[in-house]
């Protein structure tokens, strides 16, 4: 029997991470919750919408959830406050991912439709490995990182935590992108880039 899961979200990436769960099997969505208040009462693919207030009332239901946010500081900010309340994060993968053996994947992570990650490879908390993008051999993303749809991680690469790479970004071997940094979409890195910059380009550069 799958058990019952809560999303927390209720705007355009928690559609995509409902479906996975649905698709996936291995978790129910029993309700969704968000901090809009015009969102409250109203339902997402189905799912009633209800406050944080609402979600922790109904934790005999259920104490595990998957917080479907895509801003990185948003969702880690959440997946924390989840935490101190006693609840649980659930990782999900879509059945149409592919994952090799030997990876990790870390609480609350999401992998969605059409990525494949390689063997060695390790998925933080509260990752995003979003539609069609890649990771290779050996690679290493930090907590509450967003790796966006159709980028390409080749082997050995390092994300930093609450790091966004692009949609459409290519990294080539062995480089390393800093914590919180920004990488815009379509780059091509060649190059490690710092903690915390903003960087564009093909080839890539950095830019604040």
């Given at each position: 029997m799958s058990e019952g899961v809560?999303?927390?979200?209720?705007?355009g990436h928690a559609k995509v991470v409902i479906d996975a769960i649905e698709r996936a099997g291995v978790n129910k969505v029993v309700f969704v919750c968000d901090d809009a208040r015009e969102k409250h009462?109203?339902?997402?693919m189905?799912?009633?919408?209800?406050?944080?207030d609402e979600l922790l009332a109904r934790r005999a239901e259920t104490r595990t959830g998957v917080v479907g946010i895509g801003n990185n500081a948003a969702r880690t900010a959440v997946a924390d406050w989840l935490k101190e309340q006693g609840c649980a994060l659930a990782s999900v993968v879509h059945p149409a991912a592919s994952i090799a053996r030997e990876v990790e994947i870390e609480e609350g992570?999401?992998?969605?439709?059409?990525?494949?990650?390689?063997?060695?490879s390790r998925l933080g908390r509260n990752v995003i490995v979003n539609t069609g993008a890649t990771v290779d051999h050996d690679?290493?993303?930090?907590?509450?990182?967003h790796i966006a749809p159709g980028s390409h991680l080749c082997g050995g690469v390092t994300i930093g935590a609450g790091t966004l790479i692009g949609a459409g970004t290519t990294i080539i071997p062995?480089?390393?992108v800093g914590s919180r940094a920004l990488i815009g979409a379509g780059s091509t890195v060649l190059e490690d880039i710092p903690d915390g910059a903003r960087a564009a380009g093909r080839p890539c550069r950095v830019l604040a």
């Open positions: 809560f999303v927390f979200g209720a705007s009462g109203t339902r997402l189905g799912y009633p919408v209800g406050s944080r992570t999401v992998v969605m439709a059409g990525c494949v990650v390689n063997s060695g690679c290493s993303i930090g907590e509450g990182a062995g480089v390393r």
